[in-house]
């Protein structure tokens, strides 16, 4: 059994708790929070499931890491603390662990990534031992293993899409809805997420995967945005209200050009309320949200996938599949020489061992 340390209990964290437990090569060691209220609890607890582990969380980080885990679950943000989430995982790297993770954007596509996170990492690994693999769903599985399994179904290819189209009151971090993504702000806020080059920082690298993998070279990647103000004020179960006049929806893509056309795309349609951009693309069920990948060619492919999870969830169903394409990577990484992976390298494997193995 691989002793596997999940460190942070938010969105993520939950959904990690559940996967390893659920993994027969796995067996959950550890559990590392950082808000006190959750010192002593047990995990299962945390992760909203039923019974007892026996794990209790700790914020005691050296102590953990100390014990010898095997493997790392970082599932703390990085969207505000890139500087932070990078120490942590760099830490855990250097005690020996594999580590996956879905919170430092730039390694998604290490290869492309700045000095002042790659070098860390690398220099980690060879004091340590360890191991690293980001991903993700958006980024992450929808924009790289997804559409490059769908693009070996045709004979031409002319363009890849990779879409998010979600309602994002069903999202339970408001800090990064409202803020980070300018929902409910005044239409002259400038949201961080939205600002000129961070798309490009957030899902470049997904285009140069899947660039590299279908043998193309990029010449440039393009950004596009629109944003849409809310015509009426509405209320949201997890959110609270959001005035009319202010961020509504948002419409973005971030285009990989191949010869003067963009060949390879990842766009996000967001809204905070159905009724805002009606003209806009929805969900195709009429749901909450899904995950779309379009293949422009011959033949012309489409595939739709929708999770859910918690009650019936969109955005945690999401979550859940970002945590299972980590989770599921571990025992191939422990298996692997010590070293810095991306999604190309690591393989989606069939889920050998858990067909009808129960999940608390």
């Known amino acids: 059994m691989i002793s596997t340390v999940v460190w942070g209990t938010g969105n993520v ?13 796995l067996e959950l060691s550890g559990v590392l929070v950082h808000d006190p209220a959750k010192v002593g609890r047990d995990a299962a607890q945390l992760a909203g499931a039923d019974g ?3 794990i209790a969380a700790t914020d005691d980080i050296a102590a953990v890491l100390a014990s010898g885990p ?16 990078l120490a942590d995982v760099t830490r855990a790297i250097r005690a020996g662990a594999v580590v996956v993770t879905p919170a430092l954007y730039p390694l998604y596509d290490h290869r492309s990534a700045p000095p002042e996170f790659r070098d860390p990492v690398l220099a980690a690994i060879a004091e340590g031992g360890g191991s690293l693999f980001v991903s993700g769903v958006d980024p992450g599985w929808g924009n790289d293993v997804l559409p490059l399994l769908i693009s070996g179904l045709g004979s031409t290819v002319d363009a890849i899409r990779c879409q998010e189209v979600f309602d994002y009151s069903t999202y339970d971090q408001e800090e990064s809805v409202r803020h980070l993504i300018g929902m409910g702000h005044p239409m002259d806020y400038a949201p961080l997420m939205l600002a000129p080059s961070i798309p490009t920082m957030v899902w470049g690298g997904q285009l140069r995967l899947m660039a590299r993998a279908l043998g193309v070279e990029l010449d440039d990647i393009r950004e596009t945005l629109e944003r849409r103000a809310l015509d009426t ?18 419409r973005f893509e971030v285009q990989g050009i191949v010869e003067g056309e963009p060949r390879i795309v990842i766009e996000h349609i967001t809204r905070i309320h159905p009724s805002c951009a009606p003209d806009w693309q929805a969900p195709p069920d009429g749901g909450d949200g899904a995950h779309r990948v379009v293949i422009e060619g011959r033949p012309r492919i489409e595939v739709t996938v929708e999770a859910t999870d918690e ?36 393989p989606l494997r069939p889920a050998v061992g858990r067909l009808g193995r129960k999940q608390r």
Not at 328 to 340: M, Q, R
């Open 52 to 54: 007892m582990v026996g």
């Open 13 to 25: 964290g939950r959904a990690a708790i559940r996967a390893v437990e659920a993994h027969p090569a």
């Open 70 to 85: 095997r493997a790392v679950v970082y599932a703390a943000s990085g969207d505000v603390r890139p500087d932070e989430a």
């Open 233 to 250: 004020t509405v209320g949201t179960r997890t959110m609270g209200t959001f005035d009319a006049g202010t961020q509504g929806a948002v």
């Open 311 to 346: 009650g019936e969830n969109r955005s945690a169903g999401g979550n859940a599949t970002a945590v299972g394409r980590l989770v599921n990577a571990i025992d191939w990484l422990a298996e692997a020489e010590p070293g810095l992976y991306d999604a190309l390298d690591v």
